[in-house]
């Protein structure tokens, strides 16, 4: 996959280590870690030595799929990040979407505008058979975006989480599109 990829709004390029602020920044407002911690910001040690190598280690290990910082076109401001990988558990043939964006791009359609691009990529270039998405069943805005991407309800399960938090007794939700259901989109 290529290092960028743009959309009508959006630049999508491949995160470099100078990204560390930009993601300390987004892990850091409550309402952006709401749902994946109960709130609680990451540390910049852990941003900066744990999340970031991570990310970087996707390029090699999943020939060029994993994440990419978004950029406002119009700006080149930083509005979030968009994934899309395997998971070590995936049947072959199937992509994890995922997506974070700053709380002042939320409403703005970045997320649904960035997850489209990606699903498109995965079927019309990648080669994919099934992209699929999870969040906490009370993420009403995530599911939106997953919708809006073309993705739909598969299930609700329950995971263990480390530490409770709002909402997990609700449990998470699966979403997916596979390559046939893309097929048959009008885009």
């Known amino acids: 996959m290529q290092a960028f990829l743009e959309t009508k709004r959006l630049r999508l390029r491949r995160f470099t280590r100078e990204d560390v602020d930009r993601l300390v920044e987004l892990d850091s407002d409550p309402e952006v870690m709401r749902y994946l911690t109960g709130g609680k910001p990451t540390p910049?040690?852990?941003?900066?030595?744990?999340?970031?190598?991570?990310?970087?280690?996707?390029?090699e290990r999943f020939g060029g799929l994993g994440y990419w910082v978004a950029e406002e076109k119009s700006t080149a401001e930083f509005v979030g990040w968009f994934a899309l990988h395997p998971r070590d558990e995936s049947p072959p043939g199937?992509?994890?979407?995922?997506?974070?964006?700053?709380?002042?791009?939320?409403?703005?359609?970045?997320?649904?505008?960035?997850?489209?691009?990606?699903?498109?990529?995965?079927?019309?270039?990648?080669?994919?058979?099934?992209?699929?998405?999870?969040?906490?069943?009370?993420?009403?805005?995530?599911?939106?975006?997953?919708?809006?991407?073309?993705?739909?309800?598969v299930?609700?399960?329950?995971?263990?989480?480390?530490?409770?938090?709002?909402g997990t007794a609700e449990g998470d939700v699966e979403y997916a599109i596979t390559r046939a259901e893309w097929s048959e989109q009008d885009r």
């Open 44 to 59: 910049r040690d852990e941003v900066e030595n744990v999340i970031l190598p991570r990310i970087l280690s996707f390029y």
């Open 94 to 153: 199937e992509l994890e979407l995922g997506y974070r964006l700053l709380r002042s791009a939320w409403g703005k359609g970045y997320a649904a505008e960035g997850s489209r691009a990606l699903v498109d990529k995965a079927f019309g270039e990648l080669g994919a058979e099934r992209v699929r998405a999870e969040t906490m069943t009370v993420n009403v805005a995530s599911r939106r975006v997953m919708e809006k991407a073309g993705l739909k309800y």
């Open 155 to 166: 299930r609700t399960f329950h995971l263990e989480w480390p530490e409770e938090i709002e």
